[in-house]
């Protein structure tokens, strides 16, 4: 019997139009959890969203956030491989990020390993959104406008992360692919198509390369992905059996092993439910 990892997004994947988990998707992974299913999710989200998304479904496995810049171990509370960007580098961003008009939000860990971000100039109404959001979570704390995050490299950075109009955006992530050693996601916002996002890591930061990763470290030997947006493709491509919710853009659906049906009517979990029946 083949040792199956399942690996799922969130948005638009796992969580339904109201972005949550619906409680017959997380009564199903919580039983498949307890009879031995190694599933998790990988995401873009930080555990400070993660978290309360996740609290009614069990999973025994960390969480791959931050698009694979490191994982979270929900039983601890700790993070785990964490892939930082170097002092040179983030200098190096941070310029090409002014030069395109680009205002980032900069992921850090303070000296207690406490999640912190910082932005400083001007602000879009997505900013502002964003970060009324996420101002009074736990596990993330914002710092808007302070002198520190005028530091061109701030210690322990992990993600730079910007909102903006799509053509700024992609100029950005395509100056960045030709002229600095990072990672570079970027992507149109599934809930406003004028909004283009780009996250940029260390190098080789991916989802794909942490599900790798991780399927190693749990001796997995078939691996099963979930997406809907582009930037699922690359863990797709790595997995044994790739499957995409109906929702899913186009480009997905057909580089997709199989198609199920929508985020919204507990597809993800219903397919694993099925598959890991017929895995036994």
């Known amino acids: ?5 399942y690996v799922t997004d969130m948005d638009g994947t796992l969580l339904d139009d109201n972005s949550r988990v619906s409680p017959e998707s997380a009564e199903i992974i919580t039983d498949l959890t307890q009879r031995g299913a190694l599933i998790t999710v990988a995401t873009a989200r930080t555990p400070a969203t993660v978290n309360p998304l996740l609290a009614h479904t069990v999973t025994s496995l ?14 601890t509370m700790r993070y785990i491989d964490t892939r930082f960007i170097s002092p040179e580098t983030s200098r190096l961003i941070r310029a090409a990020a002014d030069r395109h008009g680009v205002n980032p939000f900069i992921y850090t860990f303070d000296d207690k390993g406490m999640l ?14 964003f ?11 914002f710092h808007i406008d302070e002198p520190a995050g005028m530091n061109q ?18 100029a950005l992530a395509d100056d960045l692919r ?3 050693d990072c990672s570079v996601s970027n992507y149109v916002d599934i809930f406003g198509k004028d909004v283009g996002i780009i996250e940029i890591f260390a190098p080789e930061v991916s989802k794909a390369n942490a599900v790798k990763r991780l399927a190693r470290d749990i001796n997995a030997d078939r691996i099963v992905v979930f997406g809907d947006n582009l930037n699922d493709l690359p863990m797709m ?14 480009e997905v659906k057909n580089a997709a092993s199989t198609v199920i049906g929508p985020n919204t ?3 993800v979990a219903r397919f694993i439910a099925e598959d890991f029946e017929r895995m036994q």
């Not at 490299?153 to 992609?170: K, W």
């Not at 491509?237 to 186009?250: E, G, K, Q, T, W």
């Open 153 to 170: 490299s701030i210690p322990n950075t992990v993600l730079f992360f910007a909102m903006g109009p799509c053509q700024r955006i992609n």
């Open 116 to 129: 912190t971000v910082y932005h400083n100039g001007e602000r879009s109404i997505h900013d502002d959104k």
């Open 131 to 141: 970060i009324n959001e996420r101002m009074n979570l736990p596990l993330k704390r």
């Open 265 to 267: 009517s507990h597809s």
């Open 237 to 250: 491509r790595i997995a044994d059996l790739s499957v995409a919710v109906d929702n899913a853009l186009p």
């Open 178 to 180: 030709r002229s600095i």
């Open 1 to 5: 019997m083949k040792r199956t990892l």
């Open 62 to 75: 960390p969480a791959i956030v931050m698009t694979g810049a490191t994982l979270w171990d929900r039983n």
